[in-house]
């Protein structure tokens, strides 16, 4: 059993960054590929960001393209997620998942796809 750790959140204020780290406990080229997803407060878990581990392509939502940026470093079995001009409406808790069997994970096909996920972690943007 493969376990992910997120770590990096915090509370910021509107127009700052933060950077989520997530930790994977066996080598990372052993999964397909990963995700970030976020919860907002009554809301449904949704896709945020989605990073094949073979090529490294990317999926985003609308709501954070050109202000977040996923990545991975397989050396280090951690997954990234660089978020810049943070809003109000970011606040959430924030997930990482993992799929083992596929690289294919289109952003919007939204949790089914994913076997792993981690604890989550709070992310706050707040004035």
């Known amino acids: 059993q493969v376990n992910l750790v997120e770590s990096g959140a915090d509370s910021v204020q509107p127009g700052g960054s933060l950077r989520l780290s997530c930790q994977a406990s066996?080598?990372?080229?052993?999964?397909?590929?990963m995700a970030w997803f976020r919860q907002k407060a009554e809301k449904e878990r949704e896709g945020v960001a989605t990073i094949s581990i073979r090529d490294g392509s990317t999926g985003y939502a609308d709501s954070v393209k050109g202000r977040f940026t996923i990545s991975r470093d397989v050396a280090k079995n951690t997954m990234y997620l660089e978020m810049n001009s943070l809003k109000p409406e970011d606040t959430a808790i924030y997930y990482c998942?993992?799929?083992?069997?596929?690289?294919?994970?289109?952003?919007?096909?939204?949790?089914?796809?994913?076997?792993?996920w981690g604890q989550g972690t709070q992310v706050t943007v707040s004035s």
């Open positions: 066996a080598y990372l080229g052993n999964l397909g590929c």
């Open positions: 998942a993992a799929r083992v069997g596929s690289n294919f994970c289109p952003v919007e096909y939204g949790t089914k796809l994913y076997e792993l």
